[in-house]
Nanobody
Framework: QVQLVESGGGLVQVGGSLRLSCVASGIIFRLKPMGWYRQVPGKQRELVAAITSGGSTNYADSVKGRFTISRDNAKNTVYLQMNSLKPEDTAVYYC?????????WGKGTLVTVSS
């Protein structure tokens, strides 16, 4: 059974930083590409950052230079370091991977950036 458990969200002021973590189980983590998505009410879930099993990364234009995705295969964990946060970064952040070609999601962690 695939499980993705996010943590690290919270309330932060504009310009602040947060680090999100996602612990995965039920998969061979080191072989899996992982991603972070976010969603605000009334909008589609959007890709924020992704990392391949080999460590290659890609980012949404809106977060390039501010967010960094990384992984620790020994801990089955993917991270999202978020710096210089803006009010428009406020969202629920979800961890994602694919298992037998199906998207698997965590329950999400809420990030609120106050101005």
């Amino acid at each position: 059974q695939v499980q993705l458990v996010e943590s690290g969200g919270g309330l932060v002021q504009v310009g602040g930083s947060l680090r999100l973590s996602c612990v995965a189980s039920g998969i061979i983590f080191r072989l899996k590409p992982m991603g972070w998505y976010r969603q605000v009410p009334g909008k589609q879930r959007e890709l924020v950052a992704a990392i391949t099993s080999g460590g290659s990364t890609n980012y949404a234009d809106s977060v390039k230079g501010r967010f960094t995705i990384s992984r620790d295969n020994a801990k089955n964990t993917v991270y999202l370091q978020m710096n210089s946060l803006k009010p428009e970064d406020t969202a629920v952040y979800y961890c994602n991977t694919k298992y037998y070609d199906m998207d698997r999601w965590g329950k999400g962690t809420l990030v609120t950036v106050s101005s």
